[in-house]
């Protein structure tokens, strides 16, 4: 512990810093596990277009562009706080694109 004072308030601010980064990193984890999920279910939902149970899980569903989208912007918004590095944020960036079964051109 320590004795001086602006020690002490280094330690303070520091506490405070890492519950919110802790948070921040937690909410990029679940938009990661949403995207994955959501991605798991695309082919489930073109099987079972005409069933009746469909339309619990298409309302809790999200497309998974849609989530991805704002994954972008949480991570984005992260790196500019300094939570994660440049080439951090662009590694989970493109690791997930990767997952994004490319569609043909909407032209």
Do not use: W
Not at 32 to 57: I, W
Request: hydrophobic share 30%.
């Amino acid at each position: 512990m320590p004795n001086i004072q602006s020690a002490k308030k280094n330690l303070r601010r520091i506490a405070k810093r890492r519950t919110f980064n802790k948070a921040v990193k937690s909410k990029i984890r679940t938009l990661k596990k949403k995207f994955l999920h959501s991605l798991a279910q695309l082919p489930e939902q073109a099987k079972g277009k005409g069933k009746g149970d469909e339309s619990s899980s298409a309302k809790h569903s999200q497309a998974p562009k849609d989530i991805l989208s704002s994954f972008y912007k949480e991570i984005d918004k992260a790196t500019g706080k300094g939570i994660f590095k440049k080439n951090t944020a662009a590694r989970y960036k493109s690791q997930l694109s990767k997952k994004l079964p490319q569609s043909s051109p909407a032209s």
